[in-house]
């Protein structure tokens, strides 16, 4: 290879400074960056008492735990734990439905073509946020104060914490939705009525189906732990198994939860695809 | 404003009404047996579920005088017209917070270096065999699949109570999750700088460091700021099963009935959560322009 005349080297140090000489600033930024990283991540690991002799005992605890998993047996609870997986399907389908239908009319306030006002968007973006804030296990925990044990709570804590989720989702598929739409309807002497009906809840529709699918599936894993404070579902269960150390229903139980997973997975993916075309869903 | 419409002659027209009618009924009667199958499903459901529209209504008050309950004081007057009794607590409080953010961090961070190194082999694109690829991407799949509380349970009698069973979950499911997320932004990468990069006679080792990495490293920094954004709204509920962080003060303020305690917590974690949102947000966006925000 032939290198550059000097004079033209000279040249291109003149023409390119930032790339012969960067300042010191930024050439240090990505290592600095780097360091503090790795810095916060030694201070957490002291702090959260990691010691490696507790770490090779840990492993080793769960080595043994893991060979006391195989093979999973259900014992004689297999009705039982069919029972709690079908409650778990049934509080994700509910929860997931009756937030899907509560988030649709407040998604629409929360949407800027709809409610142009700002002063009224922002409260309701702001409280899906704090709902979204707090995890499904908390909402669980309030809602067993106050309807009782059982998967009804469970239902209810998946609706709220839905209701957060869909809120922001819906409110920016509105936001997407094409406006000429909505102006025909508005220029053919359609109602603002009419207009959410035919010109945005056409388009908007299919998406949000879309996305109510797609939560079915992420539901039904939540569903499955939030038995776990006595929610109802199959996670009450597994903390009992868990807690008794009866590692071989405790595998079992871990693979329903995963099959019932994989299984609404597939349903829904097929019925996403059927609704709103493969392309789109990918 | 006059303005003619030419109408077709009705045999036309009585022809096209019929075709379209057909073709409106089917689609109709279609949407009808999916609602018909559906809300037969939520009857199913809701008989499963134990529902009691009853109870629902006639506990109903309860939910919002439970609100009103968590946001008084002892003494009977509002959380907010006496701060410093509201957050009586708030140091114990700031600490097991900061505990939270660094078990999702260490979490986090531990997942995606992992998930950095399992990746490559999981991607179609990157990985040299076929076995290796199916067996890391079962072993993703179980890590993102599991709930990270399930391994929560698990490790908390493996290694003991204590913040290092969160941790650790965090990290599996972390793992799991950006595993299969960094592997989809590898299958998406240009092909062509690697072959020539190997067309210079190089490792795969080096293919993947000096071809493939520079196109991706962006998205793994925003995809990891975002897990970790998740992480911690996950993390504030590790302590429920003794895992570390405000869980474990949450779980007994609520199941204790310290009403005003509950709220308080509640209030710390969601401005924590929406700082951190905010911050991550802000830092996707300088570091990778405006479009990584959403």
Not at chain 1, 241 to 252: A, C, G, T, Y
Not at chain 2, 8 to 29: D, G, H, I, M, T
Not at chain 2, 51 to 66: A, D, P, Q
């Amino acid at each position: 290879m032939s290198r550059l005349p000097l004079q033209q080297t000279a040249e291109l140090r003149a023409k390119y400074p930032d790339i012969f000489h960067r300042p010191a600033a930024s050439r240090l930024a990505t290592p600095a960056a780097a360091l503090t990283a790795f810095a916060v991540f030694i201070f957490g690991l002291v702090d959260l008492d990691f010691s490696p002799t507790r770490f090779v005992s840990g492993l080793r605890e769960l080595g043994w735990i893991s060979m006391m998993m195989i093979p999973p047996d259900p014992g004689s609870s297999l009705p039982l734990y069919l029972k709690a997986l079908g409650e778990t399907l049934s509080i994700a389908l509910l929860g997931t439905t009756l937030a899907a239908l509560l988030a649709l009319p407040v998604g629409l306030f929360a949407a800027r073509n709809v409610i142009p006002s700002q002063l009224l968007r922002f409260p309701v973006r702001r409280f899906f946020d704090s709902i979204r804030g707090v995890d499904t296990l908390i909402w669980a925990l309030v809602w067993i104060n106050v309807v009782g044990l059982g998967p009804f709570a469970g239902v209810l804590a998946i609706t709220v914490s839905d209701f957060g989720a869909f809120g922001k989702l819906f409110s920016e598929a509105i936001e997407a939705a094409d406006q000429r739409q909505v102006e025909g309807v508005r220029a053919s002497g359609g109602s603002k009525l009419h207009e959410i009906r035919f010109g945005l809840l056409p388009q908007v529709l299919p998406v949000i189906a879309g996305q109510v699918l797609y939560f079915i599936e992420s539901n039904t894993r939540s569903a499955s732990i939030i038995g776990i404070v006595g929610a109802g579902g199959i996670g009450l269960q597994l903390a009992e198994q868990i807690r008794v150390l009866e590692w071989q229903k405790v595998s079992f139980l871990v693979l329903m939860i995963l099959v019932a997973v994989a299984v609404i997975d597939f349903i829904s993916g097929k019925l996403r695809f059927a609704i709103i075309g493969r392309r789109a869903a990918a | 404003m006059t303005s003619a419409v030419a109408l077709l002659p009705y045999q036309q027209l009585a022809a096209l009404n019929e075709a379209y009618r057909k073709a409106v009924s089917r689609r109709r009667l279609r949407v009808a047996l999916a609602a018909a199958v559906f809300v037969a499903a939520l009857a199913i459901a809701a008989f499963g579920a134990e529902v009691n529209l009853k109870t629902f209504f006639s506990y109903l008050g309860n939910f919002v005088s439970y609100f009103d309950r968590i946001l008084k004081l002892d003494d009977g007057s509002r959380v907010w017209t006496n701060l410093g009794e509201w957050f009586w607590g708030w140091r114990k409080w700031l600490k097991l917070l900061g505990e939270t953010l660094l078990i999702s961090y260490v979490g986090t961070l531990t997942g995606a270096i992992f998930a950095f190194v399992l990746n490559f082999l999981a991607a179609e694109n990157t990985s040299s065999s076929r076995t290796l690829r199916f067996a890391v991407r079962r072993i993703l799949e179980f890590a993102r699949t599991v709930p990270g509380i399930v391994f929560a349970l698990i490790f908390v009698i493996a290694f003991g109570l204590g913040p290092m069973a969160g941790v650790l979950a965090v990290a599996i499911h972390s793992t799991g999750a950006l595993g299969k997320q960094f592997s989809e932004i590898v299958e998406n990468a240009d092909m062509k700088p690697v072959e020539g990069v190997r067309s210079t006679g190089a490792g795969w080792m080096s293919c993947m460091r000096f071809a493939v990495l520079p196109q991706v490293i962006a998205g793994y920094a925003s995809y990891a700021l975002l897990r970790f954004e998740i992480n911690v709204r996950e993390s504030s509920v590790m302590g429920f099963v003794g895992a570390g962080g405000i869980g474990q003060e949450l779980v007994v303020a609520i199941r204790k009935f310290y009403y005003s305690d509950v709220s308080a917590i509640l209030v710390m974690i969601v401005v924590t959560v929406f700082i951190i949102d905010i911050s991550t947000g802000w830092l996707r966006g300088r570091l990778f322009g405006r479009d990584a925000r959403t």
